[in-house]
């Protein structure tokens, strides 16, 4: 008996061991073959893009897309206001020109208003770029020289005060909540003192810095100490990581709850590089493509926009409202995917709209305004424009119908799109 036991053992560790032994193998085949092309897919290859373009349907990405219309009370009539719009944990944040939120349920219903407008000290004096904390919902609201952190109700849940040398060089950032006991401080580079990104925890010292990159600032000594917003630091976020772009410098770093930083994406613009040779701002060689407006990070995408100079073969078109004008602007989205490291550029598919066709309910083109950390995407259209477009022939009968229950003057309509995984 003990002889068919130590069999069956013996027999058992060899199983193991070889089985061990595949999977080594295929984890080496697996190694060299990324090795043998030659592909790093942290690489966003926007030289390569150029030319490449096409219009993109929204369920080669989504798996689903819903219009919800915010409940229209007197305590928050938001109108045609396309202000900052969060959504986390089930709960949309719209922020307001009167220094608040209108929070509402996932339905759309109103649950209450945010706001801590004033001197006090326990509130703010300036209200922008608020963080949502994805795993708390708090509010993360920046001033000069405080960060104050928010219940979603309004309660103070933490005040830290920004040492006068680090808030003169960082005025008019923002901050945002790193793990539980950190905050990075978002630089704002019009200073002239060369400030950097600064990580910050509760007791307001100073544990890290990104230093905004020797080469951005010569471009902007080329420029005689003017910048434009290719020149912006960038951040956005991504579950519980934070992204930094330094104006036109090609990585994009990532910084961890542990504050580990790391090169997480590298543009390659190739010829096609704002350097401080070309970067003379209004140059009549305008072959040169920078970042763009925001960035958008889900599991497996990146959304971002370029400004594509002369290189726009298909430029961004915009009626004016005034003159009724059609205006060219050389601005295009475009999508990577982190999976394969593949990029396009993606097309607009008529005048005034933006992103993917809404293939699937045929409302408008779709961009999102913000990526929630349960791989949601959301944007907002005002619900006269909501009424506007249902007219349209292409569109679904449930947005038809969704249409005839709207006032022009009633709140927005949020698009929450789900990411396929």
């Known amino acids: 008996m003990k002889s068919a036991d130590k069999k069956t053992r013996?027999?058992?560790?060899r199983f193991f061991i070889v089985k061990s032994l595949w999977v080594l193998i295929l984890l080496?085949?697996?190694?060299?073959?990324?090795?043998?092309?030659?592909?790093?897919?942290?690489?966003?290859?926007?030289?390569?893009?150029?030319?490449q373009?096409?219009?993109?349907?929204?369920s080669e990405i989504a798996s689903g897309i819903q219009y919800i219309p915010l409940e229209t009370a007197e305590e928050m009539l938001i109108g045609r206001n396309k202000g900052e719009n969060y959504y986390e944990n089930g709960i949309f944040y719209i922020k307001t020109g009167k220094g608040s939120f209108g929070i509402f349920d996932k339905s759309g219903k109103f649950i209450g208003t945010f706001n801590r407008l004033g001197r006090g000290p326990q509130e703010y004096e300036s209200f922008n770029n608020p963080d949502i904390d994805c795993n708390t919902g708090n509010i993360v609201v920046r001033t000069q020289n405080r960060v104050l952190e928010y219940t979603s109700r309004g309660d103070l849940v933490r005040c830290l005060n920004i040492s006068p040398e680090v808030s003169l060089a960082m005025f008019g950032g923002s901050?945002?909540?790193?793990?539980?006991?950190?905050?990075?401080?978002?630089?704002?580079?019009?200073?002239?003192?060369?400030?950097?990104?600064?990580?910050?925890?509760?007791?307001?010292?100073?544990?890290?810095?990104?230093?905004?990159?020797?080469?951005?600032?010569?471009?902007?000594?080329?420029?005689n100490g003017f910048r434009n917003s290719s020149s912006d630091t960038k951040y956005f976020k991504f579950k519980g990581k934070l992204r930094v772009m330094n104006g036109t410098d090609p990585h994009i770093l990532g910084v961890d709850e542990?504050?580990?930083?790391?090169?997480?994406?590298?543009?390659?613009?190739?010829?096609?590089?704002?350097?401080?040779?070309n970067g003379k701002f209004g140059s009549t060689d305008k072959a040169k493509i920078v970042s763009y407006s925001n960035?958008?990070?889900?599991?497996?995408?990146?959304?971002?926009?370029?400004?594509?100079?002369?290189?726009?073969?298909?430029?961004?078109?915009?009626t004016a409202l005034k003159t009724g004008k059609v205006i060219s602007f050389d601005i295009s989205c475009a999508l990577?995917?982190?999976?394969?490291?593949?990029?396009?550029?993606?097309?607009?598919?008529?005048?005034?709209?933006?992103?993917?066709?809404?293939?699937?309910?045929?409302?408008?083109?779709?961009?999102?305004?913000?990526i929630s950390s349960d791989q949601f995407?959301?944007?907002?259209?005002?619900?006269?424009?909501?009424?506007?477009?249902?007219?349209?022939?292409?569109?679904s009968e449930k947005i038809k119908k969704l249409a005839m229950t709207l006032n022009e003057s009633d709140n927005p309509v949020m698009v929450l799109v789900k990411l396929k995984r």
Not at 30 to 49: L, P
Not at 258 to 274: A, M, Q, R, V, W
Request: aromatic letters at 12%.
């Open 10 to 13: 013996e027999s058992g560790q």
């Open 28 to 51: 080496f085949l697996v190694s060299c073959s990324q090795e043998n092309n030659g592909k790093d897919i942290r690489v966003i290859d926007v030289a390569g893009g150029v030319g």
């Open 53 to 58: 373009s096409r219009i993109m349907n929204l």
């Open 175 to 223: 901050a945002f909540k790193l793990g539980d006991n950190h905050y990075l401080l978002a630089v704002s580079v019009s200073d002239s003192m060369r400030p950097a990104t600064v990580i910050v925890d509760t007791s307001s010292n100073v544990l890290k810095r990104i230093n905004y990159p020797e080469e951005e600032w010569k471009i902007i000594e080329t420029n």
């Open 258 to 277: 542990k504050l580990n930083i790391d090169t997480s994406y590298i543009i390659d613009y190739g010829p096609y590089k704002l350097t401080p040779a």
């Open 295 to 318: 960035v958008f990070e889900s599991d497996n995408y990146l959304f971002m926009q370029f400004n594509l100079g002369s290189l726009a073969h298909k430029p961004y078109l915009k």
């Open 336 to 370: 990577f995917d982190k999976r394969n490291g593949s990029f396009i550029l993606v097309d607009q598919p008529e005048t005034d709209q933006t992103g993917f066709v809404d293939d699937m309910e045929g409302g408008p083109a779709f961009w999102p305004q913000y």
């Open 377 to 395: 995407m959301v944007s907002m259209i005002s619900a006269d424009e909501f009424i506007s477009f249902s007219e349209n022939p292409g569109c």
